[in-house]
């Protein structure tokens, strides 16, 4: 177990310090907010990684918690979302000053509803495709405003929350 430990903490370690793109002053952004859904609020934490110029890969934990009313009982739900996503940045092609971000991508998670086993609806975990839209406004050299629209995914409408570049 220590072996396998120590393996795991190699790769990270390995990856994040030979994974920096070096013509970029923001090669890593970490995002935290709040979502837009029919199914309660989310919260998602995340974290993208220019690969290229214009282009980032990134991962997000979303979690949320709502309570349904169906046929006089109430239900306590929950939903967490693990996924990956992939971002074209459009700032240089299109020239837009770099207090801006504006990107449009795809993304794939797997997300996991908790129901009561008394529940009779239809809530199913599974894979979701989604494809979103977004946009950065850095009030600083490193913090930032960010909102984003998607759909085809757990999220439904969009999510807003802060941006650190480090």
Do not use: C
């Not at 994974?19 to 998602?44: A, H, I, K």
Request: charged share 10%; aromatic share 18%; no cysteine.
């Amino acid at each position: 177990m220590k072996n396998l430990l120590l393996i795991i903490a190699f790769i990270f370690v390995t990856g994040f310090a030979f994974g920096q793109n070096s013509t970029r002053d923001r090669s890593n952004q970490f995002n935290l907010g709040v979502g837009l859904s029919g199914w309660g609020v989310p919260f998602y934490i995340g974290i993208d990684h220019y690969v290229s110029q214009d282009i980032t890969i990134g991962g997000e934990f979303s979690y949320r918690n709502y309570n349904e009313h169906y046929k006089n009982y109430y239900y306590d739900h929950s939903i967490m979302g693990f996924s990956g996503n992939a971002n074209y940045h459009f700032n240089r092609v299109l020239n837009i000053p770099s207090d801006w971000d504006i990107y449009a991508g795809l993304n794939l998670g797997f997300y996991v509803w908790n129901s009561p086993d008394s529940y009779v609806g239809n809530h199913n975990s599974g894979l979701g495709l989604g494809g979103q839209v977004g946009a950065r406004y850095f009030l600083s050299n490193k913090v930032g405003l960010n909102l984003e629209f998607g759909g085809g995914n757990a999220f439904g409408g969009g999510k807003f929350g802060i941006t650190v570049k480090f």
